[in-house]
């Protein structure tokens, strides 16, 4: 009797800590508060981003593995979404139901990508992100805040641009950020972001001649993911390390096509949230 009601308090007592968002005890150690809050002081004061006041200050509740999933699927003979309605992925929070879904449209022959992430614009603190490497959280972040940025906006603008605009501000206010406030993050920032673009550079290269079948692109792209495998860090691989498919290339199109003519578009002289806005005024839907 009495080990009954002690389990029934033990229960409530997880409930009601569970309820106020607290760290899950597994991984607030490794939470550097920190680099978290001048991150996210750089992104509203410095660059003025316009996020929400919650932006990563809670913990996502029921943190049981911290991770989406992004189910892609894409027609074998071309690349492009094999998904109702021209969607682009669906999104599921349980990994066993994404697999169960990715399954069914891998027996029918369609190329399939089950993407994983931590990151998403609901942006709450979990342990997955909390873990990663200091210049994965603060790419992280740049890139969460951007998108806010832009969705807060009254501006809409196409989802490609987006995520390559959010891309560019992340490797592009990163660098700023990194060169006053944590000179000591700057090699494996740079780092990270070569990785990333190399990825992006041979993915535009395969997508630009898929039509041609032009294996020799998709054998570079191959290794340019086996640079990811050995240099990257845990959030890169997270990101980018699946088998190549068309699914594959649908997702990462969305990111690569127009990263690197946004990134110029950031870069340079100037101020910088003048040429955010010019950058989304660019991209707007006509
Ligand atoms: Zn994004």
Request: one cysteine or more; charged letters at 20%.
């Amino acid at each position: 009797m009495h080990s009954i009601h002690f389990k029934n308090v033990l229960l409530w007592l997880f409930l009601f800590v569970a309820g106020l968002g607290l760290p899950a005890q597994h991984c607030s150690e490794v939470y550097d508060t920190a680099l978290f809050q001048r991150t996210v002081n750089f992104i509203k004061s410095n660059l003025q981003l316009k996020v929400r006041d919650n932006f990563y200050m809670q913990w996502k509740p029921h943190d049981s593995d911290s991770m989406y999933y992004y189910l892609y699927v894409s027609k074998p003979d071309t690349i492009q979404t094999a998904l109702d309605g021209n969607r682009v992925f669906y999104y599921f929070t349980s990994a066993d139901t994404a697999a169960i879904q990715e399954q069914f449209y891998r027996e029918s022959g369609m190329h399939t990508l089950l993407y994983k992430t931590a990151g998403t614009s609901g942006a709450e603190l979990n342990c997955k992100l909390v873990g990663y490497p200091a210049e994965a959280i603060v790419f992280i972040l740049l890139h969460e805040a951007t998108h806010q940025h832009i969705r807060g906006s009254e501006t809409k603008i196409n989802y490609a641009f987006e995520e390559a605009m959010c891309d560019a501000v992340a490797v592009v206010a990163g660098r700023k950020y990194l060169r006053k406030a944590h000179p000591s993050l700057r090699k494996a920032f740079r780092l990270q972001t070569m990785v990333l673009e190399g990825v992006y550079k041979h993915s535009n290269n395969y997508i630009d001649g898929y039509a041609t079948f032009n294996s020799g692109l998709k054998i570079r792209l191959e290794k340019a993911l086996k640079t990811v495998e050995k240099n990257g860090n845990a959030f890169m691989k997270d990101r980018m390390l699946y088998p190549v498919n068309n699914a594959y290339l649908r997702r990462i199109s969305d990111y690569s096509v127009h990263y690197f003519r946004m990134k110029k578009l950031l870069g340079g002289k100037g101020d910088f949230s003048n040429k955010l806005h010019q950058a989304i005024e660019l991209s707007k839907i006509k």
